[in-house]
C-alpha cells in the first residue's frame, strides 16, 4: 500500500556530492506504520547490502563502507527520505534502493533487509575515477 519513488540519482567523479531522494506515498493509514526507511543499494555481480537506515526519532544508522561520508535523513519520520553521498569513490556505483519497513522489530534492527517490506525501483549511481 506504500510506493516509494526514488530520485537525484547521476553520474558524479570519484570525490564529488550526490544526493538523493525518495517520496512515500499511499494510504494514510499505510504511511503512519512506517517505522524505520533506509537506502540499499545492490553492484552488478553483488547481493544487495544495506547502506543507512534512519528510525523513528532520527537515529540513524550506517554501513561501515559509508560511515562518515553518507548522511541519511528523514522529513517527520515518514513520508520522505534522503541520502546525501559525500566523498563518492567509485565503489559506491550501484543502483540505490529507498526502503520502507512496517516491521516493528526494525526500530531495533534498521540494518536488517529482511525487515524492510516497501521497496522503491531504484536510482543508478556512477561513480567514475
Known amino acids: 500500500q506504500v510506493q516509494l519513488v526514488e530520485s537525484g540519482g547521476g553520474s558524479v567523479q570519484a570525490g564529488g556530492s550526490l544526493s538523493l531522494s525518495c517520496a512515500a506515498s499511499?494510504?494514510?493509514?499505510?504511511?503512519?506504520?512506517?517505522?524505520?526507511m533506509g537506502w540499499f543499494r545492490q553492484s552488478p555481480g553483488k547481493e544487495r547490502e544495506i547502506v543507512a537506515a534512519v528510525v523513528p526519532g532520527g537515529t540513524a544508522s550506517y554501513a561501515d563502507s559509508v560511515k562518515g561520508r553518507f548522511t541519511i535523513s528523514r522529513d517527520n519520520d515518514r513520508n520522505t527520505l534522503s541520502l546525501r553521498m559525500n566523498s563518492l569513490k567509485p565503489e559506491d556505483t550501484a543502483i540505490y534502493y529507498c526502503a520502507a519497513s512496517s516491521a516493528v522489530l526494525s526500530v531495533r534492527s534498521p540494518l536488517s533487509s529482511g525487515l524492510y517490506n516497501y521497496w522503491g525501483q531504484g536510482t543508478q549511481v556512477t561513480v567514475s575515477s
Open positions: 499511499g494510504s494514510t493509514y499505510s504511511l503512519y506504520y512506517i517505522y524505520s
